[in-house]
Each structure stands twice: as C-alpha cells, then as structure tokens.
C-alpha cells in the first residue's frame, strides 16, 4: 500500500512535469539505443568473425611453422592420425573463364580435404590428393566463384569444363559452398591439387600450417607434443623448442578469437555507454531542478508526516520510472530498428548482421533501472535531507 | 500525577532557540520560554514580526528543533526523538494550518486533504470517510472536493487546509496567521470554523498571529516579544 502510494506520487508528479520529463527520456532512449546497436553489432561482429575464422580452425590439432610436403608425409605416418590436410595461398594468379579474366582466392591442398575441411558438395567431387604422384590438372570451385564468372560472362562454368589457370588447362570436378573468412576479391575460391602447382604456381615447396585429424581427439596433447618433439628433431632442434613449431587445438584457436571478438563487442559497448552515461547525467540533472522546484512541496509533504526514506523513494521512483521507460522505449526502437537493418544488410550481401539477443535486451533494460538509481541517488537523498522548516519558508 | 499533569499535551521548559550565520555569527530568536498547552485548549500567541512566535509554533509543530531546553509532548521528550518520530508525531499528533495554504496545486481538494492518511504508517480506518468527515467539518461544499486549489477562493482554499489539518484527527491543531492572506469576512469565516473545531470536538488548536482582534476568541492569549514571553493572560470566554 506504501510503495503504491509512492509509485503513484512519483507518476503523477511525473505527469505534472509531462514535457520535461519526455525530454529527460529521449536523452535515456538515445542511450539505451546507441548501447543495444553497440552491442548487437558487436554480437553480431563475433558471431561472424567466429564463424568464419572456425572455418580454418579444421581437425583437432593444427601444427604450424615451415613445413614442408616430407613433413606432411611422416605426420601422416603418425599411428594416431586419421588424417591431414595442408593448404598454401596462391596468390598474384589470374584465371580465365570464358575469355574473362577472373582473381579467385585460389588455395594448393594436399591431403584429405575431404575428412578434415568443413564445405557442401554441391556437384562433382572433391579430388583425393592423398598421393604425392597426383598430378591429374582438376580443380574444384566455389558456388561464389561460378556465380561470379555467370554474372560476368552470362555463362556458368558446370562440372568438365576447363578453365585457364596461369596459362594452364585444368578441368572442374567439383563445385562446393565455402566459408571463406572474407579474404578473397570477391571471385570466390579455386582449390587445386598442391602437387600440379610445385614448380609451377607455387614459388615453395612449404606450407605455414597442418591441420590433423586424430584417430581420438582426447589425444591432441600427447600427440601435439609428439609431433613437434619430431619436427624439431628432423631441424635438429632441442625436442621442447618453440621456435620454429607450435601445436594448436581448433578448440584453442576459437576460443582466441572468440576472445578477440568479446573484446571487440565490449569496446563497441562502452561507446555506446557514453551516450547513456550523458543521458543519465541529463536524468540527475532534471531531478535536481524539479527537486528544487518543489522544494515547499516537499516541506509541506514533510509536515503532514512524510519520512526522509518517503521522500527519498518518491524521487528516486521517478528518476527510475524515467530511465526504465526510456530504456524499455530504446529497447523496442533497437529491436525494431535492427529488424530492418538487417533486411537492408541481407540485401546488399554484407554477412555482418545486428543481433539483438535476450541477454542484450534483458542487459539493457537492467542498466536503464540502474542508470535511475545512480543518477537519481543524490538528487533524492538531497530532497530527502531537506529540513521542513527550511523547506516551507524557501521562495 | 495531578489532573493538570495529566491534560497536558504541550509542556516546554526553559525553550531557546538560535540561528547561526555563515562565519558563526549567532542570531537568538527565542529565550528561556516556558508554555503549557493544556488537552482542550484554544490559545493565541500573539507578538509582532520577528518576535519569534513562528520559530515557537515550528518548535512545538516538530518541524524545528530547539536550542536548549526541553520539549515534552504529552510527556513524551521531543529533544531525543529521532527524525522518523518527529515526521511519526506530525503525521499522528499534530498538524498545521499555514498563511499561505500550502496546497499542491496537481491534487484535488479531495486528494490534498487525504494526503496525511497517506503518509499514516498504522492508519487502520477508511481513509475516504476520513476525509469526507474532515471535508464536511471544514463546511467545504462537495461540488468543490473535485476542484483544484487554484479553482477555489482564498477562504475555501484555508477551508481545504483546515480539512488537511484535521483529517488525521490530531491531538494538536496549529495555526501560523491562519487569517493573514484572506479578507477580513472570509479571515471571521476561518476563525468561527476554528472555534467550532475547538468547542464543538474539543481540538486543541493553537492560534499565531499578530491580530490583536484574535484575541477576542480564544481561552488564553501569550505574548511573545524579542523572544521572550512577556505575558499570559486568560480571555473572558
């Protein structure tokens, strides 16, 4: 019944003032706005860099460093290795398709793409280039880069068609879908068998990384430190060097961007909050005046037996109504805002979308009551403090 | 304990009352005063500007506290209570009746008038019978309840503060120049409501003013001058 009562003071003193209050609450709405965009943008940001970087984040235990094709070789020997898989950029490449010139992202694979890279077969075959004699000249493209040559050519280059690679012929025997981590033109990807391109589109025989699948994942540890200990050895390097080699699981390599990408996502949040933080000082700011303003009220409230805490709940009722209601407005207009956004950033192809989760949606609506406690705090306990005498005689 | 003991709702002892300014500078408004206010009683005190007779009436109201001295409402020690007890004794034991009305202009008559129940932490009646009571003993017409103070005359708007004064049924009714802003016909209006408060439900009302012509209508007249009380006197009534 108390706290009704106050609830109710706070909401028709809040009336009273209507136009300062509203305004008092765009500042809050502006807040809340610029953090919930902030941080669904930089949610959506992680989701996306994640995603993608998972793509090359492949097996269970990834060894980089200068390694060469022998290496590959007597990893692959390991007894607990299923697979492995080795890939090298190619770059300052064209292609030819149809007359046209074309820049693909072109990588040299060797190994079991099959088993260890994450893709969709859509048509064909993804080539085995398990055998180091391997030389057939095929290669498998992206849907992105078919799309890419039909929208250029009005032609699309299907399964047994051959196309020029640095002056060579090589013959499509696949078409996948890719993630891609957003690196190439924008002609989309070509992989090609690592053994046609020695001595031809490859300048080195080496690779920068080895991605392994394991027979048991469990022993990514052991065998990590197996497989380096080796490496090193074949260098004639101290067997716990890591100079030249280092082991990482796909586990471990996502976790550090997911980490990078939270970094991120709290940066873009703090931005944000500096919007709300100015609306929370504009909050304190109008609680102040209005104390002031009814300074007699409050000393004649006083005088018919209203406590300090009354008065202090009272105003700071008001300064939370205000920042929840410019929250809860903030949080409907992001939400809807996003909504549309994001049907604009689907249509131009961007992959960066705006999420507006519960946690985000409930993280705000927290903050914006939080925001009035802060800020409405000083004003009401200053209200609260007054002496009623003091009060009834101000002007 | 003697039956005078027993009836008294104000006693203060030995009363003074300072203000300080910046730089410490002390400024005494009241002296040594001493006032009984028996259960029933209707008194005027009456002195001329700044002779102290509000800085007394805030004192006795619980609003300010004293320098030095005592102050026992109906035996109770004012000096050691706490700020939540002095608002307790407002809300439950004394109320006020201000110059100036001291209305809030977004309520209604009716809702200015329940505000005291409002604030009651152990009110157990019904406060809207409480507050037509108060309404109807204050003689303000029901078309009016739904007004707000700035619909309303000055008379009615002192009607509706009596109303206010008297919803919460206290012990102790204070009225600081209760007459001061109205004219002289609607000011005779006020004072009549007064006295029929007085002999009609036996309220204890105290009267502050500087009109001489107040002291016609009430038991006991104190005059107050430099802080001092220079005199006491019984009226005939």
């Known amino acids: ?395 | 304990m003697s039956k005078n003991e027993q009836n008294k709702i104000v006693d203060l002892k030995n009363i003074s009352k300072s203000f300080f300014l910046k730089g410490g500078l002390e400024i005494p408004v009241l002296h040594n005063v001493d006032l009984v206010v028996y259960d029933g009683d209707m008194l005027a005190i009456l002195g001329p500007s700044g002779s102290g007779k509000s800085t007394l009436m805030n004192i006795i109201g619980g609003l300010d506290v004293s320098s030095g001295g005592e102050y026992f409402f109906e035996g109770k020690s004012v000096n050691d209570m706490t700020s939540d007890e002095l608002a307790e004794l407002r809300s439950s034991d004394i109320s006020f009746i201000f110059q100036s009305f001291h209305l809030l202009s977004g309520k209604t008559v009716y809702q200015n008038v329940m505000l005291p129940l409002l604030y009651q932490r152990t009110f157990k009646g019904d406060h809207n019978e409480y507050v037509k009571n108060a309404l109807k003993q204050s003689s303000l017409e029901e078309e009016q309840w739904h007004k707000y103070p700035n619909q309303l005359s000055g008379g009615q708007r002192q009607r509706v503060a009596i109303a206010r004064a008297l919803v919460a049924k206290p012990r102790l009714l204070l009225a600081d120049e209760p007459t001061g802003n109205l004219d002289s016909k609607t000011g005779d209006n006020i004072i009549d409501a007064l006295t029929h408060l007085n002999k009609e439900y036996g309220t204890t009302i105290v009267i502050v003013t500087h009109d001489e012509s107040l002291t016609e209508i009430v038991r006991r007249v104190i005059t107050i001058a430099d802080g001092h009380i220079k005199e006491t006197k019984n009226s005939h009534i």
Not at chain 1, 172 to 197: K, M, R, W
Not at chain 1, 353 to 372: D, H, K, Q
């Open chain 1, 1 to 395: 019944m108390k706290y009704l009562f106050l609830i109710k003071e706070s909401l028709q003193s809040l009336r009273h003032n209507i136009l300062r209050s509203l305004l008092t609450v765009i500042g809050i709405v502006v807040g809340i706005i610029s953090v919930t965009t902030m941080l669904g943008l930089g949610a959506g940001l992680s989701d996306n860099i994640t995603d993608r970087f998972s793509a090359f984040a492949t097996g269970d235990l990834s060894i980089s460093g200068d390694l060469k094709y022998t290496d590959l070789e007597w990893i692959n020997d390991r007894p607990y290795v299923s697979a492995t898989l080795a890939e090298k950029s190619v770059a300052g490449t064209t292609v030819i398709v149809y007359s046209s010139e074309f820049s693909p992202s072109i990588t040299s694979v060797v190994g079991d793409y099959a088993e260890i890279q994450k893709y969709e077969l859509l048509d064909g075959e993804v080539f085995d280039t398990q055998s180091p004699n391997f030389s057939d000249k095929v290669l498998v493209i992206s849907q992105d880069f078919q799309e890419a040559v039909s929208e250029e050519t009005g032609q699309k280059p299907t399964l047994g068609h051959k196309i020029l690679v640095d002056g060579q012929q090589y013959e499509i025997v696949g078409i996948i879908d890719i993630e891609t981590a957003g690196f190439n033109s924008g002609d989309g990807s070509i992989l090609i068998p690592y053994q046609t391109t020695i001595g031809t589109l490859s300048g080195t025989d080496t690779f920068s990384s080895i991605s392994i699948l394991l027979e048991d994942s469990s022993y990514f540890e052991v065998a990590g430190v197996d497989i380096l200990s080796g490496l090193n050895a074949s260098r004639n390097l101290s067997s716990d060097s890591t100079d030249s080699f280092s082991a990482q699981t796909a586990q471990s390599i996502i976790e550090t961007i997911q980490e990078t990408a939270n970094i991120i996502s709290i940066f873009l949040g703090v931005i944000g909050g500096i919007a709300l933080f100015v609306g929370g000082i504009g909050t304190m700011n109008m609680m102040l005046t209005s104390v002031t303003e009814r300074t007699k009220e409050i000393g004649l409230r006083k005088a018919v037996g209203a406590r300090d805490r009354d008065i202090l709940l009272q105003i700071l009722i008001e300064s939370v109504f205000i920042t929840t209601f410019g929250g809860v407005v903030g949080i409907i207009i992001t939400v809807i805002g996003s909504y549309f956004a994001n049907q604009f950033l689907l249509s131009s192809s961007s992959s960066i979308s705006i999420i507006i989760s519960w946690n985000v949606i409930l993280t705000a609506f927290c903050v914006s009551m939080f925001i009035g406690v802060i800020f409405g705090i000083y004003p009401s306990r200053n209200a609260s403090k007054l002496q009623p005498v003091d009060a009834l005689r101000s002007d």
